[in-house]
């Protein structure tokens, strides 16, 4: 779990509260070396914070933020408001957990999802946990914006060609916009695509403001009606979770960022975590200028009427659309590298160092051929945009941007003075107990965590050893100490930012199993709903 280093020291707590017996020096043979220097995330670690900038937004902003409108359709204006601005924020926190986990133990870099997951949970049941979840994200993005760039192709022909001419099918377009991907996939490490990524995050806040300005342009349309456009309770019922749905996947930057992260140098003095935060808020902010002019104005101008991408509604002027889905396509081409990386990563670990294969260019080009090829066939199958997004946003992003960041933090960090057993006891109790009776598999989850000893029931005394990883935890539970001061209002200063942070992490769990049960199930309706007319490979 983790990765050790002598030329880059990964270490992000404070360089004054270092012991002698922390290690300075690489453990790793020459051989693991030599495939760590061959695999993409960790073959590169020389990017500045505006790498990390240029690529969250790539990874953030995305098909997501075309389908906003629509989910406002969905959602109204109340709740539609209230979750847009509650998921900023909390995306936002939990963001900013992932960052400060990432070098949270002397001497070592989560540099991969999964291995801040084993740390957590423990070195099997974290795979578990974390793998399969992180996959079905990644994929599911690729997928996603397979359908999104063939479809902005096909805008952009079926805009530019005369009306006479006859249609070509979407399953081309998926094709053209695939066999960028062929070559593009080839690219070893995120430092190789960082030009790719700041063109996508440049065409991204274009886009966006394409999308909103020319909304502006066309007025507000004649009977435009905000009410919910379902014929019955039950349809607007699973709308309204599909737009949950479409919301969550448009917040879905978390499952990259530790990749990201890892590709920043750190010292004792400077650890990777500074330039990071500094990319990540940069990052949000151009979130925001995106994502609430697009989802209110959009909304505002077409009413229910809207399409569930913003930039079908948009007619005219024909040359603006037409650049508009260009850069969508140039967008979606960066972030589906963005989010294909890690996975290329998973698969190149798998056989390099469970498969024993000997690392080659020879493997890379048949295992990220074969990777595109099978997004490719599923998005030619499955073309279904809104659907698509409503239901991996649910299904996949809710639990690993709102809620799991938070379930690591309290299994690693363990606050014992003041909040270990309350914040155990609050997320068996209020969450688990209290809202389902104590048989859900949070409750499970749960159990089997405190099974593994990363989340007691109790406060228990740590063994006092010296060995690094205690060391560093009792750094962090006399955190309030050193930082609060011995008085009696230090204690207290500390006492109620725990409990805020406490608060916050229990907003986000709630909102984030909500977002996992239910929007899935809209998702699924549409795309079942759609399915039922639509001619696949057609």
């Known amino acids: 779990m983790g990765t050790q280093y002598t030329d880059d020291v990964k270490s992000s707590f404070d360089p004054k509260s270092q012991t002698e017996d922390t290690p300075s020096f690489d453990e790793r043979t020459a051989e693991q070396k030599a495939i760590d220097d061959w695999l993409p995330i960790t073959s590169s670690r020389h990017a500045k914070w505006y790498y990390a900038a240029f690529h969250n937004v790539t990874a953030m902003v995305g098909a997501g933020v075309l389908s906003l409108p629509y989910a406002m359709s969905n959602l109204g204006w109340g709740p539609g408001v209230v979750i847009l601005i509650l998921s900023w924020v909390i995306t936002l926190y939990t963001l900013w957990q992932m960052v400060e986990m990432h070098e949270m133990v002397p001497g070592k870099r989560f540099d991969r999802y999964h291995e801040l997951g084993q740390e957590a949970f423990g070195e099997k049941l974290g795979l578990y946990i974390v793998v399969p979840q992180q996959l079905i994200c990644e994929v599911s993005v690729c997928i996603v914006y397979m359908v999104t760039g063939g479809t902005s192709l096909k805008k952009v022909h079926d805009t530019v060609v005369c009306d006479d001419c006859p249609r070509i099918k979407l399953t081309f377009f998926i094709m053209i916009f695939a066999s960028v991907h062929f070559v593009l996939s080839h690219l070893p490490n995120f430092n190789s695509i960082s030009g790719v990524s700041l063109a996508a995050a440049v065409m991204s806040l274009s886009y966006s403001t394409i999308a909103w300005t020319a909304s502006i342009h066309k007025g507000l349309q004649e009977n435009v009606q905000y009410g919910y456009k379902g014929t019955n309770p039950s349809e607007t019922t699973f709308n309204f979770f599909n737009a949950l749905g479409d919301v969550a996947f448009a917040y879905a930057g978390h499952n990259v960022v530790l990749e990201i992260q890892a590709t920043i140098p750190s010292t004792p003095e400077k650890p990777s975590k500074g330039p990071m935060w500094r990319g990540v808020v940069v990052a949000y902010i151009v979130v925001a200028l995106c994502y609430f002019p697009v989802a209110l104005i959009g909304y505002y101008m077409f ?236």
């Open 303 to 538: 009413g229910n009427a809207v399409d569930d991408n913003i930039l079908i509604s948009l007619e005219k002027p024909k040359w603006l659309i037409v650049a508009a889905n260009m850069f969508v396509v140039i967008h979606v081409i960066g972030s589906y590298q963005i989010y294909a990386m890690p996975v290329f990563d998973m698969i190149e670990t798998l056989l390099v160092k469970q498969l024993n294969f000997k690392p080659s260019w020879i493997l890379r080009f048949y295992t990220r051929i074969t990777y595109v090829a099978l997004t490719m066939f599923v998005a030619i199958c499955l073309p279904f945009f809104g659907g698509l997004l409503g239901f991996f946003g649910g299904f996949a992003f809710a639990p690993t941007t709102y809620f799991l960041p938070c379930i690591m933090w309290l299994a690693i960090y363990k606050p014992k003075r003041f909040s270990l057993s309350w914040c155990t006891n609050w997320v068996r109790w209020r969450l688990v107990v209290g809202g389902t009776g104590g048989n859900s598999p949070m409750s499970s989850f749960l159990q089997i965590s405190s099974e593994y000893g990363t989340i007691a029931p109790q406060e228990e005394p740590e063994e006092q050893n010296d060995s690094p990883t205690s060391h560093h935890k009792r750094n962090l539970t006399c955190m309030e100490e050193v930082e609060g001061g011995s008085g009696g209002g230090g204690w207290w200063r500390w006492r109620w930012r725990w409990r805020v942070l406490v608060v916050v992490m229990e907003i986000c769990i709630v909102l984030g199993l909500c977002l996992m049960i239910l929007a899935p199930i809209g998702g699924l309706r549409n795309i079942i709903k759609n399915a039922s007319h639509y001619k696949f490979f057609g």
